[in-house]
């Protein structure tokens, strides 16, 4: 069973804190996603990466940035974190070409004060 | 560019009636859908594709491409299902795409 692993379930932060957010996946995954998740506006992906040093921006990528140096971690930047920060991301990972869904970590529940 | 609407933010039903979420999309290709479940306290999870075309605990989803809906439907609830129900679409990318999702409420 693969597993999605995110390093805190919650998180406070204060206001212009650089804040890291990380998540490990144990399934040797090519494929991981970061989303934040907000009620009355779903999911909407951040930034997601198809391999080791790669990176491409998603939705909303304003006011983050990722790193992914290994390929079974994928870390959310908030460079300077402000209070539209605060929400629940989730980190998410699928195996290429497979379509077979992603598979979701538990979720970081962030508060910027 | 994709898009997935879901109209309805709430849904009650009370348990053994029929149930359907629905879920509409936009994507000028072909695209793929799914139906992902978050029970409470739980992680998001992934209940059906349509490419399955599986049924998941009694949930049912065919994609219909003429109205462009991909409605999640259950012949008899049950208090089990109460949950937020998420649709979501991949297209020519992997990313997908998610609606802003209902919250069924399955009354007793």
């Known amino acids: 069973d693969v597993k999605v692993t995110q390093s805190s379930r919650y998180l406070v932060k204060r206001t212009g804190e650089k804040v890291f957010l990380e998540c490990v996946q144990d399934?040797?995954?090519?494929?991981m996603f970061w989303y934040r998740q907000d009620p009355g506006l779903g999911l909407r992906l951040i930034y997601f990466?198809?391999?080791?040093?790669?990176?491409e921006k998603g939705d909303i990528p304003e006011g983050y940035s990722v790193s992914r140096e290994k390929k079974e971690r994928f870390s959310l930047i908030l460079e300077s974190a402000s209070t539209n920060q605060t929400s629940m991301y989730l980190c998410?990972?699928?195996?290429?070409?497979?379509?077979?869904?992603?598979?979701f970590g538990s979720g970081t529940r962030l508060t910027v004060v | 560019a994709q898009r997935v609407t879901q109209p309805e933010k709430l849904l009650s039903v009370f348990k053994g009636a029929p149930v359907e979420l629905k879920c509409n999309y936009s994507?000028?290709?072909?695209?793929?859908l799914f139906w992902y479940v978050q029970y409470s306290r739980q992680r998001l999870q992934l209940l059906l594709r349509?490419?399955s075309r599986e049924s998941i605990k009694g949930f049912t989803a065919d994609l219909n491409k003429g109205e462009t809906s991909f409605h999640l439907k259950k012949p008899f609830a049950q208090e089990e299902d109460s949950a937020m129900y998420y649709c979501?679409?991949?297209?020519?990318?992997?990313?997908?795409?998610f609606g802003s999702g209902t919250q069924l409420t399955v009354l007793p």
């Open positions: 998410a990972s699928e195996l290429a070409g497979q379509g077979a869904g992603y598979t």
């Open positions: 399934m040797d995954h090519e494929n």
């Open positions: 990466s198809y391999d080791v040093k790669m990176k």
């Open positions: 994507y000028s290709g072909s695209p793929e």
């Open positions: 349509h490419i």
């Open positions: 979501a679409l991949t297209g020519s990318a992997r990313q997908l795409t």
